[in-house]
Structures are given as structure tokens and as C-alpha cells.
């Protein structure tokens, strides 16, 4: 029986408590993956900050990425200001007030329908800015099997379907956009592309880009590297457009790990640990998804001695993050290493019941230190409210 093990060594005690650490060996390798499809396949690849935005991170990443994507005001500044290169917007729907906030970090701005573009089209246009404009369609084609994360759901408010096309004028419009994947292989991204040319091929004629979008599992073992860069250097072939990917998941991918101390144990049925640490709070994909989270030495409850219930730190009844087994008995002051917890952790942490934020640390696999690069402390919980 194998349990999941240490994926770098470091002290998790000689860290705060919650803490997330990142590997930087590990981050460059997966970097060094995505940067390889975009050399072999000739495309741009970017950072999607939706998924991984530890800017401490972001001079590693830029030595082989060329910029990144943003869905609010706030990402496209992050990346405009530290990370630098391409700055790719995206949202359901900008605001008047803050359009010329756009105007003045973005490379790229698409658009989720003709009503937003025709709104805003002019005053691009008007700006003296050389940005370029896209349109997010919405092939309706489902991949992904979690409806919460289907962008093309029936009902969903993601992109422009095929019919909004008809009779249209695109001018001005230089790329469009999908966006269909969560966590897939390139299988998947090939049967979307064969239904976003078959519905919108008609449209690519005087376009200069196509954006792919994210969920490309790139980094992920079993991926399909080479299907994907045949995928996009045929595409490129057939239409002569620039290809983009906005992956964030794949770049962050089994890079860090989550570390939390037990602070009790209680009895209710079942054996129940108490963590410094809350799903809903601090990993809420674990309720979302929802998933179970592997730990180290941790396995399915009943494989090994002591089974626990892992409970979170908030008053929400549903904070709990699963059942495991280990192989001798927790003890009040044991850490927890959670893993796979860099992506869509940091960027989803919230302060609900004021809950301290975990630290963030940074390991540095060539000296073997680990370095505290931040921790929070009330007036983080208190400077967002009033």
C-alpha cells in the first residue's frame, strides 16, 4: 500500500502554520513543458492569473511565458505591472468606469458579446491605444463533466454562439476566442476544434489570431504534448492565424503543497481532527468540485491503522475536508501536508469567520531554503471591510 509522499523536502515545521509552499525546481519544470509546445508549435502561451497569480513567482515565469490573461482591473494591473509583456482581458462584462483602465494596461481585450462590443467599440477605436480586439464565442460543445465549470453549458453566460454571427459586421475584430476545457487532455481539445470550425470557420477570413483558451492539462503526465502541437500547427497551417493558450492550472500543477496543524481531536461517531486550515476558506475547490485532496501518509479511510475525519476551522457545518487513515494516531500539534494546493488556492482564499490567511513561502530547490515571502496578520482581515 503506498501513501502519497513529500513531492520536495523542506521543514514543515520550520514554516508558519497554515502555509502554502511552492516549489520553484517544480515550477520551472512545468514552465519548461509549456514552453516547449510553444516553441515546437510556434504559439503564445500566457500566464491565466485566474488560476495561479503568486507574483513573487513571476520573474521565473517570464523567462519562458510572454505575458498573461486577466479577467478584472486588478489581474490585468498585477500583470501589467509585474509581470510585463502581453496583458490578454477577458470578462462576462466591463464596466464603463473602468474601460479606460483597460485601455491603459491591455495588449488584448475580448469581448463575451456584440452588445459590449458595439458599446465600447469606438471608444478603442478613439483611444490612440493599439489594442487588439476579440470576440469570446461559444462553440457549444461540452467537455468539461462538472457543470459548475462548463463553460458551455446550455444557459451559460460564457461567449457568443454560432447564430449571433449571422450578418454581422466584424470589423474591427482582429481574434476570436473560446474557452471549453477544465483539467483535459488534447483529445478533448481536438473535438472542440472540429466544432469551432465547423460553426465559425466562416469568420476566420481576416482575423490575425485565435485564442484556445485554458484547461490544457499540459504539465499533467499522461498529457498529449505532441497531439496538442500537431493540433495547433495544423490550425496555423489551414487559416494562417496566431494561436494562443492562457493555461493556469498547468502551470502550477503539483507545485506546492498546503501546510496545517492539527489543534485537536474530538469524537462524534467518528474521530475527528481539527486543522488551523478550512476547506471552505483556504481550498475551496474542495467543496466546489468537489475532490479529496491526497495528504502525505494519508490513504482511504480503513487502509491504514487511524482513520480521521479532517475538519476545518470555521463555523460552517460542511467545512470538513475528507476521511483518511494514517498509520499511527494524530496528535494535537501534528502538521498536515496537503498536496497540489497552488493552484486555484491563493487566488480563492477568502478571510470568512476572520480566519488567518495561510502564509505564503517559497522553496527554493537549488539551496534547499525556504523562504517566508508573506504572512497575514488582522489588518488584512480588517482593511477589507469598513
Known sequence: ME???FPFEFDVYGVPSPCHVVDDGLLRRNIEI????????????????????????????????????????NE???????????????????????????????????????????????RIRDSGTNISCGLRINPEHSEVKTAIYDPCAPGSRLGIRADAFTGRDLSGID????????????????????TVEKSFGDYFSGLKWMNFGGGHHISREDYDVDLLCRLITQFKDRYGLEVYLEPGEAIALNTGVLVAEVLDIVRNIVDIAILDTSATAHMPDVLEMPYRPAVVGGALP?????????????????????DYSFARPLRVGDRLVFLDMAHYTMVKNTTFNGVQLPAIALHHADSGETEVVREFHYEDYRNRLS
Open 302 to 322: 480503513g487502509d491504514q491503522p487511524h482513520t480521521y475525519r479532517l475538519g476545518g476551522l470555521t463555523c460552517l457545518a460542511g467545512d470538513v475536508i475528507g
Open 175 to 194: 481574434g476570436l476566442h473560446f474557452h471549453t476545457l477544465c483539467e483535459l487532455n488534447a483529445d478533448a481539445l481536438e473535438r472542440t476544434l472540429d
Open 76 to 122: 490585468a494591473r498585477l500583470g501589467a505591472e509585474e509581470f510585463g509583456g502581453e496583458v490578454h482581458a477577458y470578462a462576462p462584462a466591463y464596466k464603463e468606469a473602468e474601460l479606460d483602465a483597460y485601455l491603459d494596461l491591455c495588449s488584448h481585450i475580448n469581448f463575451n458579446s456584440f452588445s459590449q462590443w458595439d458599446r465600447f467599440r469606438d
Open 34 to 73: 509549456i514552453k516547449g509546445v510553444q516553441d515546437r508549435a510556434d504559439a503564445t502561451i500566457l500566464l491565466a492569473l485566474k488560476g495561479f497569480a503568486m507574483w513573487r513567482t513571476f520573474p521565473i515565469i517570464r523567462q519562458y511565458l510572454q505575458g498573461v490573461c486577466a479577467s478584472s482591473v
Open 3 to 5: 501513501t502519497p509522499e
